[in-house]
């Protein structure tokens, strides 16, 4: 993956070295942060209301009420930035800074097209797992984070 330094010292993920469909994207506020190679819990359901009609003893009317989506959680991630933990941590602090976060899927064809985007708006972490440490182990080091959204979009 290419890294640069923005003006304020702080690591961003610019543009990544290859394209899988194993693994993904992540931009806050539109700035590339890290990526995952799982996503999980992400849906939407729809809930109805029931009308019963007067003088219609057939069946009862089902209306669409309020949406609602599911916490999603981004897992066995790599960063070299401390962008996620710091939004946890202020999040965990009392300041919740809702923010746009993008799901990004490439192609698989290596070109770097852009397959698939999940936009959440107003999303913010409530639960940040760091690795496990084993002096033992030669597993790589994952990190997962879990985020509250109001919705999402899909996009391409």
């Not at 994952?142 to 509250?148: D, M, T, Y």
Request: glycine content about 8%.
């Amino acid at each position: 993956m290419t890294m640069t330094s923005s003006r304020d010292g702080a690591s961003t993920i610019t543009t990544p070295d290859f394209y899988t469909t194993n693994c993904f994207w992540v931009e806050l506020d539109g700035i590339l942060q890290a990526y995952f190679t799982e996503c999980t819990g992400m849906s939407v359901s729809t809930e109805t209301l029931k009308v019963k009609e007067g003088g219609l003893n057939t069946h009862v009317h089902h209306l669409p009420n309020r949406s609602s989506f599911t916490n999603i959680t981004l897992k066995s991630g790599y960063t070299t930035s401390n962008a996620l933990w710091n939004w946890y941590k202020n999040t965990a602090m009392g300041t919740v800074a809702k923010k746009n976060v993008t799901i990004i899927l490439y192609d698989d064809t290596g070109t770097g097209g852009v397959n698939k985007r999940w936009i959440l708006s107003g999303a913010y972490p409530v639960k940040w797992t760091g690795p496990s440490l084993n002096a033992k182990s030669n597993e790589i080091m994952f990190e997962s984070i879990e985020l509250a959204y109001d919705f999402f979009q899909l996009g391409s």
